[in-house]
T-cell receptor, first 112, second 113 residues
C-alpha cells in the first residue's frame, strides 16, 4: 500500500518557466511533509518542508503548497534552472513517529 | 558538524553470497538510523529503522537484516543474496523522534549477478 504517491514519473520544463511537482498521500496521520532532490549515484538532499499547520512554505525559488483536505502537496520551482534537473522525492511523517515514507519520485528535466 | 559515511560504495556479488553494508554517523548522539533502497521504478523504499542500540524495526519482509551494535553504527546484512536485492542502498540519520529531515549517506550500489 503506497502511502505517498507521485504519479508523474517524469516532467520536462523549459528553462525559466515554472516547474510543478505533485504528491498525494493517503495516511491522515501524516502531518509533516518534505521534498528531497537527488542526483544520480548520490544520496538525496533535503530541499524544503512544510508542517500541516501551514498551507504554504517558501524558500527562494522553491515553494511548497499543502492542501490537507485533498491530501495533496505540490512543489513549485520558479524560475526553473538547468541545475534543477534531478529526481524529486516527496516524503511524509507523523508527529511522534520515527518513519519517514517516500514516494517513487519524479524525474525533472529542464530544457534549454 | 555531523557526517554520515557508508561503505562500500560499489559491490558486485554472486547470487547466494553474503552481504554486509556498514554505515557510521559522526558528530551527533542517539540518532535515528535508517536503511532505504532505491530500486528501478520503486522510489525510496524504507527497509529498516532504529531508534536506539539493538532496536531494529523492519518494514519489508525479505532476506535482509539490520543491526545496530553501537549508537552511531548501522549495518545491513544478508546471508544469501537474491537477484532482486540489486539496487542502490542508502543509509540515513535523523535527530531522534522527529518530523524533521533525514541526512543521507553517499549510497552503496549493489549488483547481484
Amino acid at each position: 500500500d503506497q502511502q505517498v504517491k507521485q504519479n508523474s514519473p517524469s516532467l520536462s520544463v523549459q528553462e525559466g518557466r515554472i516547474s510543478i511537482l505533485n504528491c498525494d498521500y493517503t495516511n491522515s496521520m501524516f502531518d509533516y511533509f518534505l521534498w528531497y532532490k537527488k542526483y544520480p549515484a548520490e544520496g538525496p538532499t533535503f530541499l524544503i518542508s512544510i508542517s500541516s499547520i501551514k498551507d504554504k512554505n517558501e524558500d527562494g525559488r522553491f515553494t511548497v503548497f499543502l492542501n490537507k483536505s485533498a491530501k495533496h502537496l505540490s512543489l513549485h520551482i520558479v524560475p526553473s534552472q538547468p541545475g534543477d534537473s534531478a529526481v524529486y522525492f516527496c516524503a511524509a511523517s507523523a508527529t511522534g513517529g520515527d518513519k519517514i515514507i517516500f514516494g517513487k519520485g519524479t524525474r525533472l528535466h529542464i530544457l534549454p | 558538524s555531523q557526517t554520515i559515511h557508508q561503505w562500500p560504495a560499489t559491490l558486485v556479488q554472486p547470487v547466494g553470497s553474503p552481504l554486509s553494508l556498514e554505515c557510521t554517523v559522526e558528530g551527533t548522539s542517539n540518532p535515528n538510523l535508517y536503511w532505504y533502497r532505491q530500486a528501478a521504478g520503486r522510489g525510496l523504499q524504507l527497509l529498516f529503522y532504529s531508534v536506539g542500540i539493538g532496536q531494529i524495526s523492519s518494514e519489508v519482509p525479505q532476506n535482509l537484516s539490520a543491526s545496530r551494535p553501537q549508537d552511531r553504527q548501522f549495518i545491513l546484512s544478508s546471508k544469501k543474496l537474491l537477484l532482486s536485492d540489486s539496487g542502490f542502498y542508502l543509509c540515513a540519520w535523523s535527530r531522534g523522534r522527529n518530523t524533521g529531515e533525514l541526512f543521507f549517506g553517499e549510497g552503496s550500489r549493489l549488483t547481484v549477478l
